[in-house]
């Protein structure tokens, strides 16, 4: 039976972990659950599956749920908690569906503990990569992608040398204004942003979706997973989601991975590598869909993404700053405080502001974050 901790337990990555738990109950033991704010969805989860430790975002958070959990479960809060869940129990495998890169101590006290990562909070990776992938290699930690198009690549690449590989490409269904121009966006509410035209995810990577920023953090994620340069990964626009993402090796040869859009699977794959079961998903039936599509990146539509690859290729604090001033402009976003063309707007305003440095330590990054955050905040 595999042990599971789980960093964001009520969110979309979250329960949907919980339903390939759900559907598998022999495999599987809950032993740690975080959640942020919902309560009353984390005192719920707490009663079902009986974990040893759950968290919340805060103390007066903790303080609501404890008399409501059941008698073996202890209460911890903010990021001491998050660290306890992730390091502290007998978990075999810590599934990171946590937003932000607030996830970042979680996940380095997770790889000290020895456990498996299975890793959806790709800002992680974005904000730390070489510090995070590093401490991995020493401790002889397994990082498996949760992401779609990191679990797809992940898929072709089985059993492949990595010296064979020419370029990956990671497909983006273009998000919620495809077909819009830029003169289109003027004017976009949040509740239009939020309308993803194939899967159903948090608001923030809703958001970053409709602004290629969520390309640009993949960009970045598959660089470290896959230690390819930037120039060996392309974006594609691929608007139905079936593609997830393919290789491209040196004789020419694709191959690529295929399914619905259900994260259902990445999830479980994830759980399961390098065995694969049934999944509770629809089958994929090419002859019913028909027609895939496919276009070009265009940089000038969604400069987002190309400033994501002059970060990822400027590398040290850059994409610490790239990503720590999106999750800020997304929110002030996502609070009404800005438009949606303002969040391009700053994410460059903060990265032209400043001076790439090295980041050598969790701290530097942590004050980096800091930093690039309090400028977003006002810019
Ligand atoms: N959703 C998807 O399909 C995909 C998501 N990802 C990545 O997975 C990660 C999670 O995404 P998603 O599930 O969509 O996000 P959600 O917003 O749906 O969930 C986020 C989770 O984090 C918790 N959380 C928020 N704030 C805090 C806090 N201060 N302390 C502790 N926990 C907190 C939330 O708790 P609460 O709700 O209780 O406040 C919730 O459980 C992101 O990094 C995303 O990029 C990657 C690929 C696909
Ligand atoms: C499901 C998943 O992995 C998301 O990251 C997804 O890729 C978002 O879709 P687009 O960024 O392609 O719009
Ligand atoms: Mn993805």
Redesign the pocket.
């Not at 968290?55 to 805060?58: E, G, K, R």
């Given at each position: 039976m595999k042990k599971i901790a789980l960093?964001?337990?009520?969110?979309?990555?979250?329960?949907?972990t919980l339903d390939i738990v759900d559907h598998h109950p022999e495999q599987y033991k809950v032993v740690a659950l975080?959640?942020?704010?919902?309560?009353d969805?984390?005192v719920v989860q707490a009663n079902k599956y009986k974990p040893v430790l759950v968290?919340?975002?805060?103390k007066d958070l903790a303080d609501r749920a404890a008399p409501h959990l059941p008698s073996g479960t202890r209460v911890a809060y903010?990021?001491q908690?998050?660290i306890d869940v992730a390091a502290s129990t007998d978990a075999d495998i810590v599934v990171?569906?946590?937003?932000?890169s607030?996830?970042l101590p979680a996940t380095m006290a997770a790889i000290e503990a020895g456990k498996t990562i299975a890793l959806?909070?790709?800002?992680?990776l974005v904000t730390a990569g070489h510090l995070v992938m590093k401490r991995a290699k020493e401790r002889g930690v397994s990082i498996l992608p949760?992401?779609?198009e990191h679990s797809a690549i992940f898929q072709c690449l089985n059993g492949e040398r990595a010296q064979t590989v020419k370029t990956v490409t990671l497909t983006a269904s273009g998000g919620s204004f495809r077909d819009r121009t830029r003169d289109e966006l003027a004017g976009v509410t949040v509740e239009q942003a939020l309308n993803h035209p194939n899967?159903?995810?948090?608001?923030?990577?809703?958001i970053?979706s409709a602004t290629m920023v969520?390309k640009g953090?993949e960009v970045m994620e598959a660089k470290w997973l896959y230690d390819v340069d930037y120039d060996q990964i392309k974006v594609l626009i691929h608007p139905e989601s079936i593609i997830h993402s393919y290789v491209e090796f040196v004789d020419n040869s694709i191959v690529a991975q295929l399914g619905l859009p259900d994260?259902r699977v990445?999830i479980q794959y994830a759980l399961t590598y390098p065995d694969r079961q049934p999944t509770p998903t629809e089958p994929l039936d090419l002859a019913a869909i028909g027609k895939l599509h496919f276009r070009e990146m265009d940089y000038e539509r969604y400069p987002a993404l190309r400033l994501a690859f002059q970060c990822g290729r400027l590398g040290q604090s850059a994409p610490t700053v790239y990503n720590a001033a999106n999750e800020i402009a997304v929110a002030r976003f996502l609070n009404g405080e800005i438009a949606f063309l303002d969040i391009e707007r700053i994410l460059q305003q903060v990265v032209d502001r400043h001076q790439v440095c090295a980041v050598d330590h969790i701290d530097a990054i942590e004050e980096i974050d800091q930093w690039a955050r309090s400028v977003a905040a006002k810019v």
């Open positions: 960093l964001g337990s009520t969110g979309s990555i979250g329960t949907q975080s959640a942020g704010s919902r309560v969805e984390l968290s919340l975002a805060t903010g990021e908690g998050l990171t569906a946590i937003m932000g607030r996830g959806a909070n790709k800002e992680t949760v992401d779609s899967w159903s995810m948090g608001a923030k990577i809703t970053d969520n953090l994260m990445p």
